[in-house]
Structures are given as C-alpha cells and as structure tokens.
T-cell receptor, first 110, second 115 residues
Framework: AQRVTQPEKLLSVFKGAPVELKCNYS??????LFWYVQYSRQRLQLLLR??SRESIKGFTADLNKGETSFHLKKPFAQEEDSAMYYC????????????FGTGTLLAVQP | GAVVSQHPSWVICKSGTSVKIECRSL??????MFWYRQFPKQSLMLMAT?????????EQGVEKDKFLINHASLTLSTLTVTSAHPEDSSFYIC???????????FGPGTRLTVT
C-alpha cells in the first residue's frame, strides 16, 4: 500500500539557516509527489510538484527514486516560511487521490 | 482564481442529530471533489471521492451510511454527518479539482463539535 512518511513533527531553525524537510514514500507505481503548505489560519495550498521541477519561494524538492525520497529544501530560511508542510503522493491514476504525510511544522526563529 | 469555500466554518451539534457541510468551487467547475478528515495534530485522511452526478467512492473504513456525500452539481458537494456522536468531532476539509487537472484546491475546513 502507498505511504508517505515525514519523520519530523517540528523543525526549528534560525532565520538564514538552511532548511530540509524530509519526506519518504512507498508506492508500487510511478510516483507523483507534491509539497503542500498551510500557513497559520490559512487553507492548505500547493507549494511544489515534482514534475514541474521548479523553485517556489526559494524552495526546491528533488525526487530520488532510489531512496524513495522527496525532501524539501531551502538554502536560507525566512520567518515567513514558518508554516505546516505536508508531503503528498498522488495515487489511484485518474481518480487523482492524494495521501498525505503527517506534516512537519517549520518554525523559523528571528 | 480556483477558490473553494466551505460552509459553515464551524458547527456545534448535539449527539444524535445530523449536520450538513457544503463545499463549493466558486470560480471553476469541479468534476471531482474530495472530503478529508483531520484530527488534531494529525494528517489529512481521505474519506471519499465525489464525482458530479455519480455516487461517491468511500475509502476503506469510512461508513458511507454515516457520512452521506452528494455531488449534485459541478460547483457543489455536500457532506452530511448523520446521527453524529462525539467521536465524529473533527476538522472536515474538502478539495476540488477541475477536469483533467491534477491540482486539488482546498477549502478552509469546517470544525465540527458534537456534544
């Protein structure tokens, strides 16, 4: 069965420090992975999709099929990056279903 | 664009009563809507997938007679929690996706408290 694992519940860093939010997945098919972000008192929104291979708000994420990982990285954290980050795996083909990891709360200290 | 609303944002109901939650796509047609449940400090758990004009598909372990889903139009899906019990208290979130699009747009969620 498909699974998404985010081992860290909380990641606290200082402003300007590098950030890496870990995500590992288990899926028998061809994986399609996403990072979603939820800022305080806001709804969940898409941050990154691995297929796009783009950088959003300075964040990047590379799919490593050998390690079954999709870690989210940013070289210099900003206070406004503080939020809940969820890694998600799309499965079910045309049904477009998502399975989410448990989330990591990123706290960027001034 | 791509805004999804939910109503109500929070609701308190008595045990044994039913409560309906609406999910609307405001500026696009959503052929598929999804209903999630989120317990405190836990992840989103998919409850069911709702396609316009057809019966919802429920995930394993979700009681379809308790969580009634209706997707009557391309912009509206409803979740009715029937005969609610305190253990149904949770945060319910819907999302919607447009035809042939991968991205799901999420609503703000509805906090249900059953007393």
């Amino acid at each position: 069965a498909q699974r998404v694992t985010q081992p860290e519940k909380l990641l606290s860093v200082f402003k300007g420090a590098p950030v890496e939010l870990k995500c590992n997945y288990s899926y028998s098919g061809s994986p399609e992975l996403f990072w979603y972000v939820q800022y305080s008192r806001q709804r969940l929104q898409l941050l990154l999709r691995h297929i796009s291979r783009e950088s959003i708000k300075g964040f990047t994420a590379d799919l490593n099929k050998g390690e079954t990982s999709f870690h989210l990285k940013k070289p210099f954290a900003q206070e406004e990056d503080s939020a809940m980050y969820y890694c998600a795996l799309r499965y079910g083909g045309a049904t477009n279903k998502l399975i989410f990891g448990t989330g990591t709360l990123l706290a960027v200290q001034p | 664009g791509a805004v999804v609303s939910q109503h109500p944002s929070w609701v308190i109901c008595k045990s044994g009563t039913s409560v309906k939650i609406e999910c609307r796509s405001l500026d696009f047609q959503a052929t598929t809507m999804f209903w999630y449940r989120q317990f405190p400090k836990q992840s989103l758990m998919l409850m069911a997938t709702s396609n316009e004009g057809s019966k919802a598909t429920y995930e394993q372990g979700v009681e379809k007679d308790k969580f009634l889903i209706n997707h009557a139009s391309l912009t509206l899906s409803t979740l009715t929690v029937t005969s609610a019990h305190p253990e149904d208290s949770s945060f319910y979130i819907c999302s919607a996706s447009a035809p042939l699009k991968y991205e799901q747009y999420f609503g703000p969620g509805t906090r249900l408290t059953v007393t």
